[in-house]
């Protein structure tokens, strides 16, 4: 399962990538086949880094790093959801990919020291 939970990050970082050069460097969006693929590999991640945590839970790992991951994640998602919407301003653009790009780089770094005393 860590396989597939590091294959879906990685292409999760490489489609956000893709959109962000969409969107900054040619001022377009994705087509809706690229949008969708981001929806399934959402799911992927988010039910591998699942059943992932239940098996630290089990054996009474700390997990405060996995709370900060999903806290990071959710800012990237929402932070990517405005900066690649049909409506969004170029600032807003801007901002939101900027946003996204911290929290990914911020997920990245966390999963890779795994803190043990975060809070």
Not at 14 to 31: D, E, I, K
Not at 65 to 92: E, G, R, Y
């Amino acid at each position: 399962m860590k396989h597939l939970h590091m294959l879906m990050a990685v292409v999760v970082i490489a489609l956000f990538l893709y959109q962000s050069y969409l969107v900054l460097g040619a001022n377009r969006r994705a087509p809706r086949v690229i949008k969708i693929t981001n929806h399934i590999v959402y799911a992927l991640l988010l039910l591998s880094g699942g059943w992932m945590l239940l098996q630290l839970l089990q054996a009474n790992a700390p997990v405060q790093w996995v709370i900060a991951k999903m806290v990071l994640f959710v800012a990237a998602i929402s932070a990517s959801i405005k900066a690649f919407n049909n409506h969004a301003t170029t600032t807003q653009s801007k901002s939101g990919i900027l946003i996204a790009a911290i929290a990914y780089v911020g997920i990245i770094i966390l999963a890779y020291v795994k803190p043990d005393n975060l809070f």
